[in-house]
């Protein structure tokens, strides 16, 4: 219960004031005078004053309120290695059990820094800020962080934390733990496909010197580099970019002994693969509608470089024109097909036929080059199946049907079984009603001894559009000339660009289309485990986690030939997948994690900002167990910590209850105050 004395002027500030210093002239002159009863009147006119002044007695009941102490417990998950865990929970009873015992303490425990798959590194201060942010901030006695030191938003300084308390820091974990990482000091984030990229790294060794080890390089899970590094030592690695994308390269060093984690041993880092240009070859063998098809759909891409030409005037057309006349410009074939053919990703022929301007020989180099990873279209009209057929030449080992003859009638092209689950035509717009929501084609180029299912049908069921692998590379024929009505409109069209842009990028190599390919896919705190393939079911996949956890998947069909998955995306790091045959990676969040990046547990990084608070750092564990220092309530101390004890700021809040007031001047004691004041006052003057 506190007394005090308040005052509510009965008139305003500037009167009150006014009047007492007339009374102050006036007690000056009084006394100065030495006039009798000085006193007597002064006091009389300071009641008057003090009368105006409206003084009245206070009582205010107060309820006293307790201080809050928080405690921050580290769920990261740096704090799975060793016996950290049981560490943590233990020193946690016990400091909880200790601060209960002190009066008038609120205590308050929060868990903070587990693994989101979205926060890097561990971040306790967030968790502490959300904690007090209820409390006023002369309610709060401290903080308590149970963790390995490697604490990732501690504030600049002791001011940023919002409050004026101790801030303690127990620390799990043992002294001079052994820990080797690989740290990468420079790395590209972008490469250009086909060109080399450079990374340099080095092995970091703590807790040991003179250590060497084996340290591996990956592309993708292909080993491509093996070298040995001593402690500290920086090296690199020169990686080709083989494709676009996301080219994951992992750098993992041997393990060494009685080292407490594995974990970090790998670094890895993603370089995103672009193509510089994709340089295409297209080789049309007389004007026809289509060929404008082709070359708007080419040209209209930024990242092609095409290459066009068109036989006008084959060799047997001799008008006697002289040569030096002509405006039309040689077929450059030695320096294109000999010299050069490697050059390109990919050769189109558009209704060529053999009329004497390519050598039989350079139709070998054309399979050779295929073969090596080239990439062949061929879109055929009545030229396919004539006797000038580019199929009568050495192609044919590559080409995967042989021409028989000539359908001329109005069809539907539709999907095959195969078309429906092959990325290239899957999903096509148009296709799922039928007929299909496009217009007809008029003709077919009838085929036998197709050697891969169509991916679609024209007429008669025969195939329409085929595609297929010969050694390393990859060929595409498409048995009709009359894809150039889908782009008129003809009938409504049809999806001619969509279809002609994934025919060309899958004959390219582009990883999206593959038929049979495993995929990891981010999307939130959600991991997809994504399986394309030609067949009627997949195997299980199993996950790897970045801590090394494995988890087995079944995947369902979400759609023809796409087979499905999901698992929390919980861990920041590169997860791995895999059913035996294929493999993917993927990187959840930064390449390198904080939490992984330094391990080893530290007094140090939490020392400067406890010092600042009045706080300590201390190790919970000593070769007995669990020690803890005595926790003790301090009142008034700028330091709150000794040898053997830490101490909590006990705070004096309290909220009011309730609070009584007595005018002093009001009623008969008011009125016996100034009555007494002026009788005093006449009394001397009668003297």
Excluded: C
């Excluded at 107060?62 to 580290?74: E, F, I, M």
């Amino acid at each position: 219960m506190n007394y005090g004395i308040a005052f509510t002027p009965l008139v305003p500030s500037l009167v009150l004031w006014i009047a007492i210093g007339a009374i102050v002239v006036v007690a000056t002159v009084l006394l100065l005078a030495r006039a009798r009863g000085a006193a007597v009147r002064v006091a009389a006119l300071a009641l008057i004053v003090l009368a105006l002044a409206n003084p009245s007695f206070t009582r205010e009941d107060r309820q006293p309120l307790s201080s809050v102490a928080v405690v921050v417990v580290d769920k990261s998950p740096s704090q799975n290695f060793g016996d950290r865990n049981k560490q943590t929970e233990e020193a946690r009873t016990q400091l909880v059990e200790s601060l209960k015992k002190i009066k008038g303490l609120e205590v308050r425990v929060v868990e903070a820094g587990q693994a989101d798959g979205e926060t890097d590194g561990t971040h306790l201060f967030g968790a502490l800020s959300s904690a007090l942010s209820d409390v006023p901030v002369d309610r709060v006695a401290g903080a308590f962080l149970i963790t390995d030191g490697r604490v990732h938003d501690i504030p600049a300084n002791a001011n940023a934390l919002g409050f004026h308390a101790p801030v303690h820091a127990l620390i799990t974990g043992v002294k001079n733990e052994r820990d080797r990482r690989i740290a990468i000091t420079a790395a590209p984030r972008f490469g250009i496909v086909g060109q080399p990229q450079t990374i340099t790294f080095r092995l970091d060794d703590q807790g040991v010197t003179g250590e060497s080890a084996k340290v591996t390089v990956r592309r993708d899970g292909e080993t491509i580099s093996e070298q040995t590094l001593s402690s500290g030592q920086t090296s690199s690695v020169d990686v080709d970019i083989k494709h676009e994308g996301p080219n994951i390269v992992e750098i993992e060093a041997s393990p060494l002994k009685d080292e407490l984690t594995r974990v970090n041993n790998r670094a890895v880092v993603s370089i995103d693969g672009v193509r510089d240009k994709l340089r295409v070859l297209l080789v049309s063998g007389e004007p026809n509608p289509g060929e404008r098809t082709w070359r708007n759909l080419l040209k209209s891409d930024p990242s092609v470089d095409l290459v066009h030409f068109t036989i006008l005037r084959p060799p047997e057309k001799q008008d006697g024109t002289p040569i030096n006349e002509l405006s039309l410009i040689a077929f450059p074939t030695r320096e294109l097909f000999q010299q050069k053919i490697n050059q390109f990703q990919l050769i189109i022929f558009d209704r060529y036929a053999r009329q004497g301007v390519l050598p039989i020989a350079y139709f070998e180099n054309i399979a050779r080059y295929v073969r090596a990873g080239g990439a062949v279209l061929v879109a055929a009209g009545p030229d396919y199946a004539s006797n000038t057929s580019i199929w009568r030449t050495p192609l044919d080992s590559v080409l995967p049907a042989e021409p028989v003859g000539v359908t001329e009638k109005p069809f539907y092209a539709r999907l095959s079984e195969a078309g429906k689950r092959h990325p290239v035509t899957r999903g096509l717009e148009g296709s799922q009603s039928d007929p299909p929501h496009w217009s007809r084609f008029f003709r077919t180029i009838d085929t036998r001894n197709a050697t891969t299912p169509p991916l679609m049908t024209g007429a008669d069921n025969e195939p329409l559009l085929l595609l297929s692998h010969y050694g390393e590379g990859r060929v595409a024929l498409l048995l009709t000339d009359h894809i150039w009505l889908w782009a008129r409109g003809y009938e409504g069209g049809g999806p001619h660009i969509e279809l002609l842009r994934r025919m060309s990028h899958w004959l390219m190599k582009q990883p999206d289309l593959d038929e049979e390919a495993l995929r990891l896919k981010v999307d939130g705190h959600t991991l997809e485990v994504i399986r394309q393939t030609m067949g009627d079911s997949v195997s299980p996949v199993t996950v790897t986690s970045p801590s090394g956890a494995t988890k087995q998947l079944t995947l369902s069909q979400s759609e023809p030939g796409q087979w499905r998955a999901t698992i929390p995306a919980n861990e920041l790091g590169l997860w791995q997948a895999t059913d035996g045959k294929l493999k993917a990676l993927t990187n959840v969040g930064p390449t390198n994690p904080k939490e992984f990046s330094q391990v080893t547990s530290t007094t140090e990084t939490l020392k400067p900002l406890a010092q600042a608070t009045g706080g300590d750092v201390k190790r919970v564990a000593d070769g007995s167990g669990i020690q803890l220092p005595g926790i003790v309530g301090v009142h008034s101390s700028g330091v709150f910590h000794g040898d053997g004890w830490m101490g909590v700021r006990l705070r004096d809040a309290s909220v009011v209850k309730g609070v009584g007031v007595l005018p002093m001047f009001a009623g008969l004691i008011g009125l016996l105050l100034l009555l007494g004041a002026f009788a005093a006052t006449w009394l001397r003057e009668g003297r």
